[in-house]
């Protein structure tokens, strides 16, 4: 068990340039979430994954978020024409099932747009 | 919706004394609750969860947090502080029906005096 994994830790880009991050949860787990922190609150829910299927999206920030989990396994989450606005912290977690099971918590992926 | 709010932005103890971080929450049906401490450069990690039963819920690291629901109130306790003990501390409710996916405080940054 080596944990959820995020790649990058960091990203600079410019505004209106796409971004793309990527997330490896906990081998056994079948349960991915992604979420945004900014800087001063707590994370924010945007989108989870049961396996390959997408069961809540209503919750990305808008349509230049998207997220895939093509296989059931490692999942990407895409940003298109980033704005400043993006600047943040995205943390992705992952659990055993789902429920009352503990999620954990990869380092997250620091995105800064200039 | 539920919501929670941790209404101190930072505490500051010394090294050996105890430790109270309060915690309120808004949900109409008995919660899910969570404090995850976040040390800089690491993910989330859960101290402690309550879902039913005994109200006093023992977590990691010495850490203790009771349920009040009179108080709509989750705190979270410590007898005695450890200089790593510093981080930042965020409370978590979940809905006890549904994707049981958790909506956090802002958090509360425990500084730690020697």
């Known amino acids: 068990d080596t944990g959820v994994s995020q790649d990058p830790r960091h990203k600079i880009t410019k505004r209106g340039q796409n971004v793309t991050f990527r997330c490896d949860p906990i081998s056994e787990h079948n349960r991915l979430y992604w979420y945004r922190q900014t800087l001063g609150q707590g994370p924010e829910f945007l989108t989870y994954?049961?396996?390959?299927?997408?069961?809540?999206k209503s919750r990305l920030l808008s349509d230049r978020f998207s997220a895939e989990r093509p296989k059931g396994s490692f999942s990407t989450l895409e940003i298109q024409r980033t704005e400043q606005g993006d600047s943040a912290m995205y943390l992705c977690?992952?659990?055993?099932?789902?429920?009352?099971?503990?999620?954990?918590f990869g380092p997250g992926t620091r995105l800064t747009v200039l | 919706a539920q919501s929670v709010t941790q209404p101190d932005i930072h505490i500051t103890v010394s090294e050996g004394a105890s430790l109270e971080l309060r915690c309120n929450y808004s949900y109409g049906a008995t919660p899910y609750l969570f404090w995850y401490v976040q040390s800089p450069g690491q993910g989330l990690q859960l101290l402690l969860k309550?879902?039913?039963?005994?109200?006093l819920v023992q977590g990691i690291k010495g850490f203790e947090a009771e349920f009040k629901r009179s108080q709509s109130s989750f705190n979270l306790r410590k007898p005695s502080v450890h200089w790593s003990d510093a981080a930042e501390y965020f409370c978590a409710v979940g809905a006890s029906g549904g994707s049981y996916i958790p909506t956090f405080g802002r958090g509360t940054s425990l500084i730690v005096h020697p």
């Open positions: 977690a992952s659990s055993y099932r789902g429920g009352v099971n503990e999620q954990f």
């Open positions: 309550y879902f039913s039963g005994d109200t």
């Open positions: 994954f049961q396996n390959e299927a997408q069961l809540e």
